[in-house]
Nanobody, 115 residues
């Protein structure tokens, strides 16, 4: 079993920055992918960014150039640095870990960007 604990959400003005963290614990394999998804009210959950254990990254077009995903494999922790935040970035952000055929989710952290 794997547990994911997110932190770092909050309220920020448009143009500001936030850094999200997600610490994974439990039965974590060496090869996996960790990522961030978000879900705004009335919308489906969508991919924000993902990073493999080898460091390969992928971003949603809407966040390219503004968000940066990184990870510390020794700490089993993934980060999301969010810059130039926009009101449309407001959502609950969920951490995700995928390994073999299993997918695990964190409890989510609220990010609110005021205009």
């Amino acid at each position: 079993q794997v547990q994911l604990v997110e932190s770092g959400g909050g309220l920020v003005q448009a143009g500001g920055s936030l850094r999200l963290s997600c610490a994974a614990s439990g039965s974590i394999l060496r090869i996996n992918a960790m990522g961030w998804y978000r879900q705004a009210p009335g919308k489906q959950r969508e991919l924000v960014a993902i990073i493999s254990s080898g460091g390969i990254t992928n971003y949603a077009d809407s966040v390219k150039g503004r968000f940066t995903i990184s990870r510390d494999n020794a700490k089993n922790t993934v980060y999301l640095q969010m810059n130039s935040l926009k009101p449309e970035d407001t959502a609950v952000y969920y951490c995700n870990l995928a390994q073999v055929t299993y997918i695990y989710w964190g409890q989510g952290t609220q990010v609110t960007v005021s205009s």
